[in-house]
């Protein structure tokens, strides 16, 4: 398990930042908060704006809303074709976010994160917990962005 560790403002500042475990299969609640919250607070610092990171959302959400209606057929077991279904479009996802980044450089640090974070996910032995934790992760940053001002001044 990841270790779970509170960060300060002060250790923020002398860059000890959160960050993901090596899969997110095995990454802890608190710690995919902690480092959604740093993350959604640097973005919002480089004033990347709501509707860049809710462009993205919208992908996942779709891509949450397929992940459980194949969750749903059979709640013990995650197929292995709904499992290359949904690997594919999380691998999808990276050249919407090189677009986003080529239209606007101040998204790269979020492209790079959310890159990592997907290739995290793709990486993990327990898939239906990476997948959870990747939606979790998203949801938690675009809602803490939102807390840090969003960016939009």
Request: hydrophobic fraction near 35%; proline fraction near 2%; aromatic fraction near 10%.
């Amino acid at each position: 398990m990841a270790k779970e560790q509170q960060y300060t403002d002060s250790q923020r500042r002398q860059n000890q930042w959160p960050e993901l475990a090596k899969t997110l299969d095995i990454d802890s609640p608190e710690n995919i908060v902690e480092v959604a919250k740093s993350k959604a607070e640097l973005f919002s610092k480089n004033r990347i704006k709501t509707h860049q990171i809710r462009n993205f959302y919208g992908a996942i959400n779709q891509l949450k809303l397929d992940y459980e209606q194949s969750r749903n057929m059979d709640e013990d077991k995650f197929s292995e074709g709904a499992w290359k279904k949904l690997n594919r479009e999380l691998v999808l996802l990276k050249p919407k976010l090189a677009y986003a980044k080529g239209r606007n450089k101040d998204v790269e640090q979020f492209t790079k994160f959310m890159t990592e974070a997907i290739d995290k996910a793709i990486t993990s032995t327990n898939k239906k917990q990476a997948l959870e934790n990747f939606f979790e992760l998203v949801q938690a940053v675009v809602a803490y962005h939102k807390y840090f001002g969003d960016g939009e001044k």
